[in-house]
């Protein structure tokens, strides 16, 4: 697990009109910056070389764009900085709570933390009654899922996130971003388009990073959501150490449901193992594009073993409309001489790849469109385990790459 010395999480509050979201002003605290007066980007010294090479197929070479980044739309509003509170008694939504009583004592005694300090921060804890309500929990409302099987299904999945709208903003992330991706590229061997298509997808490109408490979100899915408690109670434990460490007010980080937080969009164990500090300005902030641009090739690189000398996804044809030979996913592994019997052939060479690929299936209004996929598509999968939200990475990716080069 990487540690960590410096971290400056901006957090955000963000208004819902008109379907876009705005950031109101966030606030910076850090223990060795009283007077918050912080940048929120500056330059990071190249590696010494002639040109950069991005690892993606075929080969191409990056296009140099100043390495002067646009600053995002984050502005820093002035808060006294935070000082631990401490007290015997636990307050709150969750005052009562046995689970609660327990897990801060057994906290204390893990990680050698003090308990009174713990009381006052689970004290300002509010139900997060709408994470509850996204995972079904008292079944008031079933989870959305995206129902694969039916005809159609990946169209509409494919609407919401490779669209006129998210291609032009990702361009525009993209050109801004452009030092840091090649430098995320350079470091890691990750292609940017995977980098940019997971920002694109997970946050529209920072424009939706989530509104809920961190602390609430976690807290109450710990304490409540019985089925996956334990990944909850490690990731609140997380939180808790992040923010102590660092001294964040536990409340200030605002992020999804679920607890993650960023333009990547890290749970709190992903970030303390794998979020860097790309730009070198001292601190790891996920709501900064260049430590999330390196954050994501660090994970995608560490988590996912990726292999920068392989391609990523490539299209078959089939000549049947709807496909039900054999399992499909991004857990299937099959040998491309046994998927050509089966008659499927591919739309390209595969840049010369003849390894194993899983088959993926992706239904379509008037047929089942088929794909192979490398390790490296099963890579995306580790950031979210369903086929078609790696698909939707990957090409949202390529058409944005496709628009910037001219070509993929």
Not at 15 to 21: A, K, P, R
Not at 24 to 30: G, M, S, V
Not at 51 to 55: A, G, K, S, Y
Not at 84 to 89: A, I, L, S
């Given at each position: 697990m990487?540690?960590?010395?410096?971290?400056?999480?901006?957090p955000?509050?963000l208004?819902?009109?008109?379907?876009?979201?705005k950031k109101?002003?966030?606030?910076?605290?850090?223990e060795?910056?009283?007077?918050?007066?912080?940048?929120?980007?500056?330059?990071?010294?190249?590696?010494?070389?002639p040109?950069?090479?991005?690892?993606s197929y075929?080969?191409?070479?990056?296009?140099?764009?100043?390495t002067?980044?646009?600053t995002?739309?984050i502005?820093?509003?002035t808060?006294?900085?935070?000082i631990?509170?401490?007290?015997?008694?636990l307050?709150?939504a969750?005052?009562?709570?046995y689970?609660?009583?327990?897990?801060?004592?057994?906290?204390?005694a893990?990680?050698?933390?003090?308990?009174?300090?713990?009381n006052?921060?689970f004290?300002?804890?509010?139900r997060d009654?709408?994470?509850?309500?996204?995972y079904?929990?008292?079944?008031?409302?079933?989870?959305?899922?995206?129902?694969?099987?039916?005809?159609?299904?990946?169209?509409?999945?494919?609407?919401?996130?490779?669209?006129?709208?998210?291609?032009?903003?990702g361009?525009?992330?993209?050109?801004?971003?452009?030092?840091w991706?090649?430098?995320?590229?350079?470091?890691?061997?990750?292609d940017?388009?995977?980098i940019?298509?997971i920002?694109?997808?997970e946050?529209?490109?920072?424009?939706?990073?989530?509104?809920?408490?961190?602390?609430?979100?976690?807290?109450?899915?710990?304490?409540?959501y019985?089925?996956r408690?334990?990944?909850?109670?490690?990731?609140?434990?997380n939180?808790?150490?992040?923010?102590?460490?660092?001294?964040?007010?536990?409340?200030?980080?605002?992020?999804s449901?679920?607890?993650?937080?960023?333009?990547?969009?890290?749970?709190?164990?992903?970030?303390?193992?794998?979020?860097?500090?790309?730009?070198?300005?001292g601190h790891?902030?996920?709501?900064?594009?260049a430590d999330?641009?390196?954050?994501i090739?660090n994970?995608?690189?560490?988590?996912?073993?990726w292999?920068?000398?392989?391609p990523v996804?490539?299209?078959?044809?089939?000549n049947?409309?709807?496909?039900?030979?054999?399992?499909?996913?991004?857990?299937?592994s099959?040998?491309q001489?046994?998927?050509?019997?089966?008659?499927?052939?591919?739309?390209?060479?595969?840049?010369?790849?003849?390894?194993?690929?899983?088959?993926?299936?992706?239904?379509?209004?008037?047929?089942d469109?088929?794909?192979?996929?490398?390790?490296?598509?099963?890579?995306?999968t580790?950031?979210?385990?369903?086929d078609?939200?790696?698909?939707?990475?990957?090409?949202?990716?390529?058409?944005i790459?496709?628009?910037?080069?001219g070509?993929?």
């Open positions: 990487i540690k960590i010395k410096h971290l400056t999480l901006i955000t509050i208004l819902l009109s008109s379907g876009c979201v109101e002003p966030t606030t910076l605290i850090t060795n910056n009283p007077n918050n007066n912080i940048p929120i980007a500056q330059t990071y010294p190249m590696p010494t070389q040109q950069v090479v991005v690892p075929p080969t191409t070479t990056i296009p140099t764009y100043p002067t980044t646009t995002p739309p502005v820093i509003e808060q006294p900085q935070y631990p509170q401490r007290t015997p008694y307050r709150g969750y005052a009562s709570n689970k609660l009583k327990q897990l801060i004592n057994n906290m204390a893990k990680y050698n933390l003090d308990r009174y300090e713990l006052a921060i004290s300002t804890v509010n009654t709408l994470a509850l309500d996204k079904g929990v008292y079944k008031k409302r079933k989870p959305s899922k995206q129902k694969t099987s039916q005809i159609g299904s990946w169209s509409k999945y494919r609407a919401q996130f490779v669209n006129p709208s998210h291609i032009r903003k361009i525009q992330f993209w050109r801004e971003n452009a030092n991706l090649n430098m995320a590229a350079y470091r890691y061997g990750v940017p388009a995977y940019v298509g920002i694109g997808v946050t529209n490109f920072g424009g939706f990073t989530g509104k809920h408490s961190v602390l609430n979100a976690l807290t109450t899915l710990a304490l409540e019985k089925k408690s334990k990944f909850f109670t490690s990731e609140l434990e939180y808790i150490l992040l923010t102590k460490e660092q001294k964040i007010h536990p409340q200030a980080i605002k992020g449901y679920a607890g993650a937080f960023g333009l990547a969009q890290f749970m709190p164990s992903s970030f303390r193992e794998y979020a860097v500090d790309l730009n070198g300005d790891t902030n996920l709501f900064d594009p999330a641009i390196g954050s090739a994970y995608f690189k560490n988590k996912g073993k292999n920068p000398r392989i996804a490539m299209k078959v044809y089939y049947k409309k709807r496909f039900y030979g054999i399992p499909t996913g991004f857990k299937t099959y040998s001489s046994y998927l050509y019997r089966l008659g499927m052939r591919p739309s390209s060479n595969f840049y010369g790849y003849k390894g194993a690929v899983s088959l993926i299936k992706l239904s379509k209004y008037d047929r469109e088929l794909w192979w996929g490398t390790s490296n598509f099963r890579a995306i580790r950031y979210n385990p369903k078609y939200y790696a698909m939707a990475v990957h090409q949202l990716g390529q058409e790459k496709k628009a910037v080069y070509r993929q």
